[in-house]
């Protein structure tokens, strides 16, 4: 097994050195071997390694100044430390601050490289899954066009550019709560630490404590290593709490302490942790909602929301709507081998009338499954597979001379038509377009249509 950035090791004893250099030749490896931190330091920063086999002692200074280094790379790469001495407390500090493994002096050096392929093997994945997020983020926030989206944005923008405040990202499922989060942590100064996503609604409730603020040796039944935590992971950088109305309440005031005084104690442990992390959390439901049912305390609630960020449903974004799905199509464009596959009008026009109750994430899909399915490479109404008939669409354009439609007017006329199919039923009526009462209420007075 090979890493794309090698390995890395960091040893003063020549015998270890020639020992390590042997089993890493022999098993397909390519590495770099370094005898201090000054040199190991030089190393992380010329070239990119997957894993680093590190002594804990060295003739200029404790290994850990090589770790701390390492974990400041970004994918970072899996630190297995090395000592002969035999001390839990070495072990301990080197787990806490981010280390993969342990091993004792003399090596086993089959157990070596067993540990060894494992570390490469979640390295490569990390790796892999930081392109791919990077490739995300960048791809699904190409587009802003609306005036709505581009206000967040701007308001997102003066938010990155203070040290560490916190903000509530509010929005539906599919919106791009997790996209803003990321493009704040993109222009801030914490950039080149991670930014570490957390969904606390898909965490057993068990373990979201130690998930979190992470737990020492012991603390559980099985417990056999320190667990870091999220906070840990995303120190100097940024953590996103996603559904935060789903956060047992009864953890909330720790959650909130740990805001306030920048400091948390690990599960088990009586030792307190202080952390540098921008703390951004995000939810779908109604803040206040919850506040009121007792799911979401008032005072976590006005910490975390120094800066309130709503995120706009797509329905109420149609200027970005064709953009991204051009966007999109484009993308898988590329990715299906299909450079002629392009978006019909009566398409484009489909997916305008349509509501889009998945929001961008439901675009990106249909759009994918369109480009990737369509017999011929102009993709029509048909291939998008929209709950809607094509000829209700272009029903929403009727009435006006094209040259003279705003796409206000095409909202308008479109409610209209939806209202008169539900026969004057407002809850019939929001349903058949994806929206609440609430929203068709401000709609309708806004149109004149109720």
Same mark, same amino acid.
């Given at each position: 097994?090979?890493?794309r &950035?090698?390995?890395?090791?960091?040893?003063?004893?020549?015998?270890?050195?020639?020992t390590? +250099?042997s089993?890493?030749?022999? !098993?397909?490896? !390519?590495?770099t071997?370094?005898?201090?931190?000054?040199?190991?330091?030089?190393?992380?920063?010329?070239?990119?390694?997957?894993?680093v086999l590190?002594?804990?002692?060295l003739?200029d200074?404790?290994?850990?100044?090589?770790?701390? *280094?390492a974990?400041?790379?970004?994918?970072?790469?899996?630190?297995?430390?090395?000592?002969?001495?035999?001390?839990?407390?070495?072990?301990?500090d080197a787990?806490?601050?981010?280390a993969?493994?342990?091993?004792e002096?003399?090596?086993?050096?089959?157990?070596?490289?067993?540990?060894?392929?494992?570390?490469?093997?979640?390295?490569?994945?990390?790796?892999?899954?930081a392109?791919?997020e990077?490739k995300?983020?960048q791809e699904?926030?190409?587009?802003?066009?609306?005036?709505?989206?581009?206000?967040?944005?701007?308001?997102?923008?003066?938010?990155a550019?203070?040290?560490?405040?916190?903000?509530?990202i509010?929005?539906?499922?599919?919106?791009?709560?997790?996209?803003?989060?990321a493009?704040?942590?993109e222009?801030?100064?914490r950039?080149?630490?991670?930014?570490? !996503?957390v969904?606390?609604?898909?965490?057993?409730?068990?373990m979201?404590?130690?998930?979190l603020?992470?737990?020492? $040796?012991?603390?559980?039944?099985?417990?056999?290593?320190?667990?870091?935590?999220?906070?840990?992971?995303?120190? &100097?950088g940024?953590?996103?709490?996603?559904?935060i +109305?789903?956060?047992?309440?009864?953890l909330?005031?720790?959650?909130?302490?740990?805001?306030?005084?920048?400091?948390?104690y690990?599960v088990?442990?009586? *030792?307190e $942790?202080?952390?540098?992390?921008?703390?951004?959390a995000a939810t779908?439901?109604?803040?206040q909602d919850?506040i009121?049912?007792?799911?979401?305390?008032?005072?976590?609630?006005?910490r975390?929301?120094?800066?309130?960020?709503r995120?706009?449903?797509l329905?109420?974004?149609?200027?970005?709507?064709?953009?991204?799905?051009?966007?999109f199509?484009?993308?898988?464009?590329?990715?299906?081998r299909?450079? *002629?596959?392009?978006?019909?009008?009566?398409a484009?026009?489909?997916?305008?009338a349509?509501?889009?109750? &998945?929001n961008?994430r439901?675009?990106?899909?249909?759009?994918?499954?369109?480009t990737?399915?369509?017999a011929?490479?102009?993709?029509g109404?048909?291939?998008?597979?929209?709950?809607i008939?094509p000829?209700t669409?272009?029903?929403?354009?009727e &009435?006006?001379?094209?040259?003279?439609?705003?796409?206000?007017?095409?909202e308008?006329?479109?409610?209209?038509?939806?209202?008169e199919?539900?026969k004057g039923?407002?809850?019939r009526?929001a349903?058949?377009?994806?929206i609440?009462?609430?929203?068709?209420?401000?709609?309708?007075?806004?149109?004149?249509?109720?």
């Open positions: 097994m090979t890493g &950035g090698g390995v890395l090791v960091v040893d003063d004893d020549e015998l270890v050195l020639s390590l +250099a089993l890493l030749e022999s !098993r397909g490896h !390519r590495f071997c370094v005898q201090d931190i000054a040199s190991a330091t030089k190393a992380l920063a010329a070239e990119s390694y997957d894993a590190l002594d804990m002692y003739p200074g404790e290994g850990l100044a090589v770790l701390d *280094r974990l400041e790379i970004e994918p970072a790469p899996a630190v297995i430390m090395m000592t002969a001495r035999a001390e839990v407390r070495f072990a301990v787990i806490r601050r981010g993969a493994d342990f091993l002096k003399p090596l086993d050096l089959d157990d070596l490289a067993t540990r060894l392929d494992r570390a490469l093997e979640n390295a490569a994945l990390r790796r892999k899954l392109v791919l990077a995300d983020r699904s926030s190409a587009v802003v066009r609306s005036s709505a989206l581009n206000e967040v944005f701007a308001i997102a923008s003066r938010l550019a203070t040290p560490s405040s916190s903000a509530l509010l929005g539906e499922s599919g919106v791009g709560k997790e996209v803003l989060a493009h704040i942590h222009l801030s100064d950039k080149h630490a991670p930014f570490v !996503r969904n606390l609604a898909a965490i057993p409730e068990s979201i404590e130690a998930e603020f992470g737990s020492v $040796r012991g603390a559980f039944t099985d417990s056999k290593k320190d667990r870091a935590g999220h906070f840990a992971s995303a120190e &100097g940024t953590i996103l709490l996603d559904e +109305a789903e956060f047992k309440v009864e909330q005031p720790k959650l909130l302490r740990a805001l306030e005084e920048r400091r948390f690990p088990g442990s009586d *030792r $942790r202080r952390m540098n992390v921008r703390v951004l779908n439901r109604d803040p919850a009121a049912k007792g799911q979401l305390r008032a005072d976590l609630y006005y975390l929301a120094t800066v309130v960020l995120v706009p449903p329905r109420e974004r149609h200027d970005d709507i064709v953009p991204l799905a051009e966007h199509c484009a993308r898988f464009r590329a990715e299906f299909r450079p *002629r596959a392009k978006l019909t009008d009566a484009r026009e489909a997916i305008l349509y509501s889009w109750p &998945g961008v439901e675009l990106r899909n249909v759009i994918e499954r369109a990737m399915l369509a011929s490479d102009a993709i109404p048909d291939d998008l597979g929209l709950p008939d000829a669409a272009r029903a929403a354009l &009435g006006a001379p094209e040259e003279a439609m705003t796409l206000e007017d095409v308008r006329r479109h409610i209209a038509r939806v209202i199919l539900a039923s407002r809850t009526a349903t058949m377009l994806g609440s009462r609430s929203t068709l209420w401000e709609k309708g007075k806004k149109f004149g249509l109720l």
